[in-house]
């Protein structure tokens, strides 16, 4: 299987900004654990991150035919992104929704995600393992 691992707006800023909740690992460096992770298994993953709403949409749309599944953390755009939604909604590449931080322990506005429903399913709580978890679901 060939998974896209989108990560969207302010994640880039992974290792760097509030590391209580996100960790000390950067981007690339959990990346890097994905990519070893999936070609263990016989898998191969593949990496896109964008601050841009359009941006994370086109990747979304451009990824049908090419990858056998998703694995996105929209970041603050889960909680609003009618677009994104949209996109998830328009594929029939199954999406896996993940964050890194319980966002049910956090502020109310985290607590909603507007993706939740059109994907399918969805991993968060668990740190850099929450995108471990998701690509792994794609392998059993
Ligand atoms: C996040 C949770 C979001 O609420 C937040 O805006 C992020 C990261 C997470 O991975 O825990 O940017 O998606």
Redo the contacts with the bound molecule.
Sequence with gaps: MNILVINGV??NLTGTREKGIYGEETLDEINAELRAFAEGKGHSADFFQSNLEGELCEAIQSAQGRYDGIVL?A??Y??YSIAIRDAIAATSLPVVEV???N?HAREAF?RTSVLTEVCRGEILGFGKRSYLLALESFFL
Excluded: D, P, Q, W
Aim: glycine share 8%; proline share 0%.
């Design positions: 302010n994640l953390n970041g603050a889960s909680h964050h890194m931080s966002v985290r």
